[in-house]
């Protein structure tokens, strides 16, 4: 098992910028693939970005060219780089994790954190 924390959520200026971290516990973290996923009220949790074992990454359309997501093994540690923000980038961003590369939905992801919020103001 995993466990993992995000920190880094804040209110930002629209075109501003953060850094989400996802600190995980546990064994294998290099072994397990992640993700970021975001929520905003009233809306279903949606993919954001996400990062295979081997490295690769993949972004959904919305924020491909201003997300980048990426890992520290040494740090067990995932991140989220933000930039250009958007007051519509505003939600709760989650970070998961999960030994099985399957599809980019929050029901195939076995393992998450509590969330940071993220606000964006115009």
């Known amino acids: 098992q995993v466990q993992l924390v995000e920190s880094g959520g804040g209110l930002v200026q629209a075109g501003g910028s953060l850094r989400l971290s996802c600190a995980a516990s546990g064994r294998g973290f290099s072994s397990y693939h992640m993700g970021w996923f975001r929520q905003a009220p009233g809306k279903e949790r949606e993919f954001v970005a996400r990062l295979r074992s081997s490295g690769v990454t993949y972004y959904a359309d919305s924020v491909k060219g201003r997300f980048t997501i990426s890992r520290d093994s040494a740090k067990s540690t995932v991140y989220l780089q933000m930039t250009s923000l958007k007051p519509e980038d505003t939600a709760v961003y989650y970070c998961?994790?999960?030994?099985?590369?399957?599809?980019?939905?929050?029901?195939?992801?076995?393992?998450w954190g509590r969330g940071t919020q993220v606000t964006v103001s115009s």
């Open positions: 998961a994790a999960d030994r099985r590369w399957s599809t980019p939905t929050p029901l195939d992801y076995a393992y």
